[in-house]
């Protein structure tokens, strides 16, 4: 019982990564109703600039803080500088853009940084009160990182004239657009905030795994299965997605298929929801009048 507690405590703690690269993935698909290949490799790019700011003496939250804010600005930037010409092109075109942003995102993290595996400090103590046989320290503030930034876009999207502008451009651009709402540059915002989530999510996972350039490809499509499974436009559904999936994982690598067969689990995970539930658990169905 012990083992089987572990299991799930532990595939909880991994749902809260998944879950917030879902989030970021739900983000992108709000605004351009794209799934964003290249999350991954941003939020990798992102976390390499942590590290190297700690490396040069920088206190770790004044690094994750700088991270965050050059994650948004830079995500921003590439929806205005390399998107927005594709904004209404096929949906072919912009998963060609998408995965030309992946692998350039990849190729600036090996050239810049190397590709040798590095050690990324977690900024919890490993003494801490709170941590349990189940939990460690950096579980429990992983934890808290991930609801802290889903309170904080619930707050944002809710209660903001900024974040009710973003919601309306993503729902009804044509609408927003006469009521004098820039969609394009909500776009972008949204972009933004995706990337600045992720760069989240490598942080909290990079103590577990060792950061490289290819440290997100697998997570990504864990994120992606969560995203699906959740509502891929249900914010809070993907946070809970990334949760059952993180203990689903667990529990059939550890009692069903081995360790070496549990990324399959995301991809049945996928294959199932596109087949039996495409809205997901929480999505919206859509109904077109032909």
Same mark, same amino acid.
């Given at each position: 019982?012990? @083992?089987?507690? !572990?299991?799930?405590? =532990? *595939? $909880?703690? &991994?749902g809260c990564v998944? *879950? &917030?690269?879902?989030?970021?993935?739900?983000?992108?698909?709000? @605004?351009? !109703? !794209?799934?964003?290949?290249?999350?991954?490799e941003m939020a990798t790019f992102s976390t390499f600039i942590t590290w190297a700011l700690i490396q040069n003496g920088w206190p770790y939250w004044g690094a994750f803080l700088s991270t965050v804010l050059f994650s948004f600005v830079g995500g921003l930037l590439v929806q205005r500088l390399i998107l927005r010409p594709f904004e209404k @092109? +096929?949906?072919?075109?912009?998963?060609?853009?998408?995965?030309g942003l992946l692998l350039i995102f990849n190729a600036l993290s090996g050239w810049i940084f190397d590709h040798t595996l590095k050690s990324f400090p977690s900024p919890f103590p490993k003494d801490a009160v709170l941590a349990t046989k189940y939990f460690s320290a950096h579980d429990l503030g992983s934890v808290a990182v991930m609801l802290g930034v889903l309170a904080a876009l619930f707050l944002f999207f809710k209660f903001t004239p900024l974040g009710l502008a973003m919601r309306a451009a993503a729902q009804n651009p044509e609408s927003a657009r006469l009521? *004098?709402?820039?969609?394009?540059?909500?776009?972008a915002l949204g972009w933004g905030l995706a990337a600045a989530i992720g760069a989240v999510a490598g942080m909290m996972v990079a103590?577990?795994?060792? $950061?490289? +350039?290819?440290?997100? =490809?697998?997570?990504?499509l864990y994120g992606f299965a969560a995203a699906l499974l959740g509502g891929i436009d249900k914010p809070l559904g993907a946070v809970i997605g990334g949760f059952v999936v993180g203990v689903l994982e667990n529990l059939l690598g550890a009692y069903v298929i081995g360790t070496e067969l549990k990324l399959t689990v995301a991809l049945m995970l996928i294959v199932l929801t596109l087949t039996l539930r495409p809205n997901g658990l929480f999505g919206n169905q859509v109904v077109t009048r032909v």
């Open positions: 019982m012990e @083992a089987f507690l !572990h299991q799930v405590f =532990s *595939g $909880l703690t &991994s998944y *879950g &917030s690269v879902a989030l970021s993935l739900v983000m992108i698909y709000q @605004a351009t !109703h !794209h799934i964003n290949f290249a999350q991954g @092109a +096929p949906v072919l075109t912009n998963v060609i853009v998408f995965i009521v *004098g709402i820039r969609v394009s540059w909500m776009l103590p577990v795994v060792f $950061l490289d +350039p290819n440290m997100m =490809s697998s997570i990504l």
